[in-house]
């Protein structure tokens, strides 16, 4: 079998996906997007070309042998975006998964260790796929060695042979370092001769050969005014000829056979698709069983028979198991107590159907310790049990201690205190479609150890949270908290099916009508959602200018076609028509899937220790992505209505309650004037940053002062700024500059609580909240980096988490304390939902921004906005 080498242009390709995907970042803040495309691109690399041997080049700094020659070299490109820069050592750790060789070689390009290594290989009789975004590197095609050439984006790619080349160009591969040397490179800002382009230098190579033969023989090139360039830029256009040519016997130590290629790990690439949150890959990588690190010693246990109040304790320790992720409609697989009277595993028919089990489960007395309080509640509360009496969630105290460590697999987190006495649920279970319930006995000694874990645990985490001052932050905040998100998702939230299905038959109407024009403005029908059908009609038929194409025709993504918005009314009737189709079978079919069918009623489950802010995720569904800038999306919110007749739907939202708390921590004054004082902040901001009154603030600098306003609080660059405003990265951060310049307190902020994350290794909400930042003294200015804008904004992020959080603990208290029937539904982002009678309706206006507005004492005032109606989408 011919042996196969694939070499990677790691900057490159890193580059391109960078650029081709919008800025994509995890839970904890990690931008990915250049790892996802990267990622993609490398599984469908493995599928496709099935290598032996394969290897990752990246170039090792900015300076190489070719800046002696010229000094200027690569000398025009921008200062990569500190949002790509962070992921190149994620992508290292990714490779390394991969068990894919990378190399990099101070002084050289990553090109030159391709170039070499691709001679290497043909020489020893490879076959060599090499892939980059770079031209350059299309000069090592041969017939053994395939150079393919991402075009836009990374999919897309052109395959150089030679004669794709000759095709291409009509010229032969050792012809494109002397096709560079006479037009140039601006990307690497090779010079070549000026006024000549690309379609000047194939002429002359055609006629002369090469660069040598063509200044030998300048007398006979035609056009007196081309051969005075010639001739006075002999030398330039020599020297950029041997800036472009790839050297291919450079001093490397990596030899082919190092690159040998055996396969991933599976465990380890898995890990890495968590922690980057690249859950849709994970069923693409198949995962062995994890086996026991630690032989298991063995525990005694009883299974009951006949449940008695003797297998109960004032103080116990309760496992309710329940393996499906969705747990409003799971099954529980069985239930144990372990307590000073033993431990006790019993058979979930018996303990469902058991009055005594029933009295111990809402009994507030008799005390328990669970992991994940949320999920044991809401699924006993489907059987009709209500769990009370919870004084210790281990899940909880886990996520508070360390978000970034927090794990819904038990094993896990004991295992990082030294406790091994416990298996991984997918040693017991399995993972996917293989996921499967053990024998009884294999089941009951997993809970039984499970429950075990955590009796001998908990003092040790309840003296971490006193030690890190967060006692108070579990108990008062997070541990109620969990009480009344089980409510809240427990309790639901109706939707009127009808509305709904009315919006999709509109929606299906409006699609028709969108069809017939499309098909009026291409002249005859085809499938609109075929991109080859679709890519005849526009490029063929209608003549239109191809932006790029791919290896089964034209493109037709969405980019392609904004760029041709202009040439053709058939454009952006295509785009409408695939927006209210997403709109229809994401979020009208997808809500109506959700929908319980006993209760019509949508039962989203809020992820209480998921982000390393605090913040709070809902899923399935998913109901802080509802699009609300079409209006067809806005009316989505329609469909979610009072479960009562004559109640209301009332929604009440922090107005920028980040800035305000920026603000407080920060102590700057004028932010400080301006929310006393009420003022508008993105005019008073533009006033300072502009330098002018307020009269003289326009939109478009109102615009400008909002996005830097919202981006300082997310740690925004002067290139994240330059793409959400349309500018140049300069006028970014020039704007950037100066608004630091008029907030000097925000200035200082940002100065002291790096240094203080570099002091303490963490930084730390007002309620204590902390988030650990072991890279911020790393040597690696990329990850350094990273860790820096994380302190900035984490403490202000998870402020505003923590105020919304006592929030509702506090709007809890006061809806029982005055006896109403009002119900807290949602928690979106800073907006809380409630449904209420029309009769309650005078008193929440009052109560309700009072409780969310004394939350936390700041030094500005938090101000909280509200309205009601019939529907979610009048109470805005």
Same mark, same amino acid.
Do not use: C
């Given at each position: 079998?011919? %042996?196969?080498?694939?070499?990677?242009?790691?900057?490159?390709?890193?580059?391109?996906?960078?650029?081709?995907?919008?800025?994509?970042?995890?839970?904890?803040?990690?931008?990915?997007?250049?790892?996802?495309?990267?990622?993609?691109?490398?599984?469908?690399?493995?599928?496709?070309?099935?290598?032996?041997?394969?290897?990752?080049?990246?170039?090792?700094?900015?300076?190489?042998?070719?800046?002696?020659?010229?000094?200027?070299?690569?000398?025009?490109?921008?200062?990569?975006?500190?949002?790509?820069?962070?992921?190149?050592?994620?992508?290292?750790?990714?490779?390394?998964?991969?068990?894919?060789?990378?190399?990099?070689?101070?002084?050289?390009?990553?090109?030159?260790?391709?170039?070499?290594?691709?001679?290497?290989?043909?020489?020893?009789?490879?076959?060599?796929?090499?892939?980059?975004?770079?031209?350059?590197?299309?000069?090592?095609?041969?017939?053994?060695?395939?150079?393919?050439?991402?075009?836009?984006?990374?999919?897309?790619?052109?395959?150089?042979?030679?004669?794709?080349?000759?095709?291409?160009?009509?010229?032969?591969?050792?012809?494109?370092?002397?096709?560079?040397?006479?037009?140039?490179?601006?990307?690497?800002?090779?010079?070549?001769?000026?006024?000549?382009?690309?379609?000047?230098?194939?002429?002359?190579?055609?006629?002369?050969?090469?660069?040598?033969?063509?200044?030998?023989?300048?007398?006979?090139?035609?056009?007196?005014?081309?051969?005075?360039?010639?001739?006075?830029?002999?030398?330039?256009?020599?020297?950029?000829?041997?800036?472009?040519?790839?050297?291919?016997?450079?001093?490397?130590?990596?030899?082919?056979?190092?690159?040998?290629?055996?396969?991933?790990?599976?465990?380890?690439?898995?890990?890495?698709?968590?922690?980057?949150?690249?859950?849709?890959?994970?069923?693409?990588?198949?995962?062995?069983?994890?086996?026991?690190?630690?032989?298991?010693?063995?525990?005694?246990?009883?299974?009951?028979?006949?449940?008695?109040?003797?297998?109960?304790?004032?103080?116990?320790?309760?496992?309710?198991?329940?393996?499906?992720?969705?747990?409003?409609?799971?099954?529980?697989?069985?239930?144990?107590? +372990?307590?000073?009277?033993?431990?006790?595993?019993?058979?979930?028919?018996?303990?469902?159907?058991?009055?005594?089990? %029933?009295?111990?489960?809402?009994?507030?007395?008799?005390?328990?310790?669970?992991?994940?309080?949320?999920?044991?509640?809401?699924?006993?509360?489907?059987?009709?049990?209500?769990?009370?009496?919870?004084?210790?969630?281990?899940?909880?105290?886990?996520?508070?201690?360390?978000?970034?460590?927090?794990?819904?697999?038990?094993?896990?987190?004991?295992?990082?205190?030294?406790?091994?006495?416990?298996?991984?649920? *997918?040693?017991?279970?399995?993972?996917?479609?293989?996921?499967?319930?053990?024998?009884?006995?294999?089941?009951?000694?997993?809970?039984?150890?499970?429950?075990?874990?955590?009796?001998?645990?908990?003092?040790?985490?309840?003296?971490?949270?006193?030690?890190?001052?967060?006692?108070?932050?579990?108990?008062?905040?997070?541990?109620?908290?969990?009480?009344?998100?089980?409510?809240?998702?427990?309790?639901?939230?109706?939707?009127?099916?009808?509305?709904?299905?009315?919006?999709?038959?509109?929606?299906?109407?409006?699609?028709?009508?969108?069809?017939?024009?499309?098909? *009026?403005?291409?002249? *005859?029908?085809?499938?609109?959602?075929?991109?080859?059908?679709?890519?005849?009609?526009?490029?063929?038929?209608?003549?239109?200018?191809?932006?790029?194409?791919?290896?089964?025709?034209?493109?037709?993504?969405?980019?392609?076609?904004?760029?041709?918005?202009?040439?053709?009314?058939?454009?952006?009737?295509?785009?409408?028509?695939?927006?209210?189709?997403?709109?229809?079978?994401?979020?009208?079919?997808?809500?109506?899937?959700?929908?319980?069918?006993?209760?019509?009623?949508?039962?989203?489950?809020?992820?209480?220790?998921?982000?390393?802010?605090?913040?709070?995720?809902?899923?399935?569904?998913?109901?802080?992505?509802?699009?609300?800038?079409?209006?067809?999306?806005?009316?989505?919110?329609?469909?979610?209505?009072?479960?009562?007749?004559?109640?209301?739907?009332?929604?009440?939202?922090?107005?920028?309650?980040?800035?305000?708390?920026?603000?407080?921590?920060?102590?700057?004054?004028?932010?400080?004037?301006?929310?006393?004082?009420?003022?508008?902040?993105?005019?008073?901001?533009?006033?300072?940053?502009?330098? +002018?009154?307020?009269?003289?603030?326009?939109?478009?600098?109102?615009?400008?002062?909002?996005?830097?306003?919202?981006?300082?609080?997310?740690?925004?660059?002067?290139?994240?700024?330059?793409?959400?405003?349309?500018?140049?990265?300069?006028?970014?951060?020039?704007?950037?500059?100066?608004?630091?310049?008029?907030?000097?307190?925000?200035?200082?902020?940002?100065?002291?609580?790096?240094?203080?994350?570099?002091?303490?290794?963490?930084?730390?909400?007002?309620?204590?909240?902390?988030?650990?930042?072991?890279?911020?003294?790393?040597?690696?200015?990329?990850?350094?980096?990273?860790?820096?804008?994380?302190?900035?904004?984490?403490?202000?992020?998870?402020?505003?988490?923590?105020?919304?959080?006592?929030?509702?603990?506090?709007?809890?208290?006061?809806?029982?304390?005055?006896?109403?029937?009002?119900?807290?539904?949602?928690?979106?982002?800073?907006?809380?939902?409630?449904?209420?009678?029309?009769?309650?309706?005078?008193?929440?206006?009052?109560?309700?921004?009072?409780?969310?507005?004394?939350?936390?004492?700041?030094?500005?005032?938090?101000?909280?906005?509200?309205?009601?109606?019939?529907?979610?989408?009048?109470?805005?």
């Amino acid at each position: 079998m011919t %042996k196969k080498l694939v070499l990677i242009d790691g900057n490159s390709i890193a580059y391109r996906a960078f650029f081709a995907l919008p800025l994509l970042s995890n839970d904890k803040g990690i931008h990915t997007n250049a790892i996802y495309g990267f990622t993609m691109m490398l599984m469908r690399i493995l599928e496709e070309e099935k290598p032996t041997h394969m290897l990752v080049a990246f170039d090792a700094g900015k300076t190489t042998f070719r800046h002696k020659t010229f000094g200027e070299y690569k000398g025009g490109r921008q200062k990569t975006p500190p949002e790509l820069s962070e992921q190149f050592s994620f992508l290292r750790e990714l490779l390394n998964a991969y068990n894919i060789k990378t190399y990099e070689l101070e002084n050289y390009e990553a090109d030159d260790i391709i170039g070499t290594l691709s001679l290497q290989a043909e020489k020893d009789g490879f076959d060599v796929k090499v892939i980059s975004g770079d031209k350059d590197l299309t000069q090592l095609a041969s017939d053994r060695v395939t150079v393919d050439i991402t075009r836009k984006g990374i999919t897309d790619v052109d395959s150089y042979t030679p004669a794709f080349v000759q095709e291409k160009y009509g010229i032969n591969v050792d012809q494109i370092i002397d096709m560079k040397g006479l037009m140039g490179d601006s990307s690497d800002n090779i010079p070549g001769v000026p006024g000549v382009g690309e379609k000047t230098a194939l002429k002359l190579l055609k006629e002369f050969g090469s660069v040598e033969s063509l200044l030998e023989s300048i007398d006979q090139v035609s056009g007196k005014k081309l051969k005075e360039k010639l001739e006075e830029n002999k030398e330039q256009a020599l020297m950029s000829k041997e800036l472009a040519t790839i050297l291919r016997e450079a001093p490397i130590e990596v030899k082919v056979d190092d690159t040998e290629y055996d396969g991933f790990d599976a465990q380890k690439v898995v890990g890495i698709f968590k922690e980057l949150g690249f859950n849709s890959l994970l069923d693409k990588v198949g995962v062995a069983v994890e086996e026991p690190t630690e032989e298991l010693k063995t525990v005694t246990y009883e299974i009951v028979e006949d449940i008695r109040e003797d297998h109960f304790a004032w103080e116990n320790v309760l496992m309710v198991e329940v393996l499906d992720e969705n747990y409003h409609k799971a099954t529980i697989q069985g239930i144990a107590v +372990v307590n000073e009277k033993g431990s006790f595993y019993f058979r979930t028919e018996d303990a469902l159907q058991s009055e005594v089990f %029933k009295e111990f489960a809402q009994s507030d007395e008799q005390k328990k310790t669970v992991f994940d309080a949320k999920r044991a509640q809401v699924a006993l509360r489907w059987q009709g049990i209500e769990l009370n009496g919870i004084d210790f969630d281990f899940h909880l105290a886990s996520y508070i201690l360390n978000p970034a460590e927090a794990s819904e697999d038990l094993a896990e987190i004991v295992k990082k205190k030294g406790y091994a006495q416990v298996q991984a649920d *997918e040693a017991i279970y399995g993972r996917g479609a293989k996921q499967a319930v053990p024998n009884e006995d294999i089941l009951a000694e997993h809970l039984i150890r499970k429950a075990t874990a955590m009796e001998q645990l908990k003092d040790t985490f309840i003296k971490e949270l006193e030690e890190n001052e967060q006692l108070e932050l579990f108990e008062q905040l997070e541990m109620p908290l969990s009480i009344i998100l089980a409510n809240m998702e427990a309790t639901g939230v109706r939707v009127d099916i009808d509305r709904l299905e009315k919006m999709g038959e509109d929606l299906a109407q409006k699609l028709e009508k969108l069809e017939e024009t499309i098909y *009026e403005l291409a002249g *005859e029908k085809f499938n609109i959602n075929s991109p080859k059908q679709l890519g005849v009609i526009l490029f063929e038929k209608l003549g239109l200018p191809p932006v790029k194409k791919t290896k089964t025709g034209y493109s037709t993504s969405a980019d392609v076609l904004e760029a041709l918005a202009e040439k053709h009314e058939i454009i952006q009737q295509i785009l409408n028509y695939r927006q209210l189709g997403k709109l229809k079978s994401t979020y009208i079919e997808g809500l109506l899937k959700v929908v319980h069918k006993d209760t019509s009623k949508i039962h989203t489950r809020f992820n209480q220790a998921l982000t390393q802010t605090g913040r709070l995720s809902s899923i399935d569904p998913n109901l802080q992505n509802i699009p609300i800038r079409l209006e067809e999306g806005r009316k989505i919110r329609q469909a979610f209505v009072p479960s009562e007749k004559d109640w209301v739907i009332f929604a009440a939202d922090y107005s920028q309650i980040e800035l305000r708390v920026l603000a407080h921590i920060a102590g700057d004054e004028k932010l400080i004037q301006a929310f006393n004082e009420d003022a508008d902040i993105h005019t008073k901001t533009a006033m300072d940053v502009f330098h +002018v009154s307020a009269d003289e603030v326009t939109s478009n600098m109102r615009r400008q002062a909002k996005a830097v306003n919202f981006g300082i609080v997310y740690g925004i660059s002067d290139y994240g700024l330059s793409q959400s405003l349309g500018i140049t990265r300069k006028e970014a951060k020039t704007f950037i500059d100066r608004y630091l310049e008029s907030f000097p307190g925000v200035k200082q902020y940002m100065e002291d609580i790096v240094q203080d994350a570099k002091d303490k290794g963490y930084v730390s909400t007002l309620l204590h909240r902390r988030r650990y930042l072991p890279e911020i003294t790393s040597r690696n200015f990329n990850l350094r980096s990273f860790a820096e804008r994380t302190a900035m904004n984490t403490p202000i992020q998870g402020s505003a988490a923590d105020i919304i959080k006592k929030a509702m603990i506090n709007m809890a208290g006061r809806l029982k304390e005055e006896g109403l029937k009002t119900k807290l539904l949602l928690q979106v982002h800073d907006e809380l939902v409630f449904e209420a009678p029309k009769e309650e309706m005078e008193l929440l206006k009052k109560i309700v921004p009072e409780e969310m507005e004394r939350a936390i004492k700041l030094d500005v005032p938090l101000k909280v906005d509200y309205s009601y109606g019939p529907t979610w989408f009048d109470a805005k």
